[in-house]
Structure formats: C-alpha cells, structure tokens
C-alpha cells in the first residue's frame, strides 16, 4: 500500500489517500505541541514511539471486540488505517484528577475520581477545543444524541480495558482523550493512543511518564515516552 496526495497534516500527525478509497496511511511525526499549538516543539523518534503504542493498543482493543480504525501497522511512522468522516468531539475520561480539572473545580491532583468523568470537547482548535455538552453537539450539527451515547459508552468500555492493561504494566491511566468517525455506517475509534494523548505515571512514584514532561518543562521527555513504549511493548 503506498501513499498518494496528502489528505491533512496535523499537529501530530500526516494522512495519505492510498489507492484504495476506503484506506488512509497515518504517518506519526516528531513534532510536539501544548496548549492548543502555543508551545512547539520536538520530541525526537515520537513517531516511531507513539506509531508501536497506538498499534498495540488498537490491537488489544480489537481483540476485547471495541473496533478502531487499524489495519495494521506498515512500517516504524505509517498506520494503515479505515478512511474516517471525524467526528468534530474529542472525549476525555478521567480516573484521576489532573490538568484542566484540577483548574476548573479544584480537585487536588492526584485525586482518585469515586467514579471515572467522561467529558465531551468540540474539536476546533479556532476556539480552543471548548468543552461541550450533548445539546452544543447537536445544536451544531456534529452528532446525534444516539451517536453522542455511543460514543460515552465506547468511551468507558476503553478506559476499563486501558486502566488494567497499564496497571498490569504497573501504570496509572490518569486520564485520555479518544476521537471517533464513521467509516461504513459504524462508529470506529481514530486518531492514537499514546503518551501524547494520556496522562500514565508510574504506579509507584506517580512519576509522569506522558506529555506533561514537555508541557512544563519537566524534561526527560524522550525517556518518558520509551519508557511507556517498553512496559507496553513488554521490551527488555
């Protein structure tokens, strides 16, 4: 399968048209950004590293019977992926109050949440990707209140698969964003899994092991992100 016109170019990430309509190749980037694309940056070998995360995961989530856009993996940087129409809500859960919660209600970060939130975003970085309810969605036309149910429900089936998968790899899933597309008729999950849309820490020392490390200059960020690579991997 090989790439033809360029389809979009993210903040993270490059899509390819491929000569087969219904398929896309995803090409994973070492570029980084924070605070809706305030804060540039690099990270080197992101891509490599963030591509084999998103794969595996993907993969363990196809085999618990939750369906993503992977077809499988071409190469070190290239996905080869289901051609999604993106649905315009990014859906954050969080298990652990941390970031934005802890601005907005004054959690103490570090909070183990009674009950995991899940929480819906318009994907718009013009405004800042605000957070939404059910009503903004469909008062702008982006889903249908049964799509938006799908989505919440596909959301909590994800998180309780990802939080014992990361705990057997002694991490904490503190909290993650997923975004999904029709493909077919079916809602699929896109986009990646991977320290650069997850908050993991280390299940000991609740050492940040994700993106934080780049947002506030924390360094060791490239390690960071092997580190996850490796638990995931189960690399020696």
């Known amino acids: 399968m090989k790439k033809t016109t360029q389809l979009y170019e993210g903040k ?3 899509v390819f048209l491929t000569d087969e309509s219904n398929l896309v190749i995803q090409e994973f980037k070492d570029d980084a950004t924070a605070f809706n694309n305030k804060k540039k940056g690099t990270i080197a070998d992101k891509g490599v590293v963030n591509n084999a995360i998103s794969c595996k995961l993907f993969t363990l989530l ?38 934005s ?12 949440l009674a009950k995991p939130i899940v929480e819906l975003y318009l994907k718009d970085d013009d405004l800042d990707d605000p957070l939404m309810n059910e ?11 049964e799509e938006l149910e799908v989505l919440k429900n596909r959301a909590e ?6 939080k014992k998968f990361f705990a057997d790899r002694k991490l904490k899933l503190v909290d993650f964003k997923l975004e999904f597309g029709r493909h077919n008729g079916e809602i699929l ?18 050492e940040k092991l994700d993106k934080d490390r780049f947002r506030f200059d924390l360094g060791g960020v490239e390690d960071a992100y092997s580190e996850v690579q490796r638990r995931v991997l189960e690399l020696d």
């Open 189 to 206: 999950l896109g986009d990646e899994i991977s320290p650069d849309t997850c908050r993991l820490w280390d299940l000991e020392t609740n």
């Open 62 to 99: 196809e085999s618990e019977g939750i369906h993503t856009h992977l077809v499988e993996k071409l190469s070190d940087r290239d996905m080869l992926c289901r051609h999604l129409d993106i649905i315009k809500v990014e859906v954050v859960v969080r298990n652990i109050a941390a970031g």
């Open 12 to 14: 993270a990430k490059k």
């Open 135 to 145: 009503s903004h969605a469909v008062a702008l036309g982006i889903a249908t209140l």
């Open 101 to 112: 919660l802890v601005k907005r209600y004054g959690f103490a970060e570090g909070t183990v």
């Open 157 to 162: 089936a994800i998180n309780a698969v990802l």
